[in-house]
């Protein structure tokens, strides 16, 4: 299922401080995800958000990061 991809995905990415890849390469990949999750009806953008929220709450490093863009991204 894609949205486990991108929960595990950016959960990863958000503590890797490396180069391009890591951290440091969060903004761009939420603004590239974006223009795909709008793409998505009401209801499926509704359900993934929580469920980012309820992954992310949980992550420890990283998950202030995560949580301050899914909340700029909705």
Known sequence: MAVNHYKQGFAQLAVKYVGSSGA???GDEFD??????WQLPPQVRAE???????A???QGPGSTLLLA?????Y
């Open 24 to 26: 440091a390469s969060i």
């Open 32 to 37: 590239r995800f974006g223009t795909l999750v």
């Open 48 to 54: 993934w958000q929580e469920e980012f929220r309820r």
């Open 56 to 58: 992310w709450s949980d």
């Open 69 to 73: 863009r899914l909340e700029e991204l």
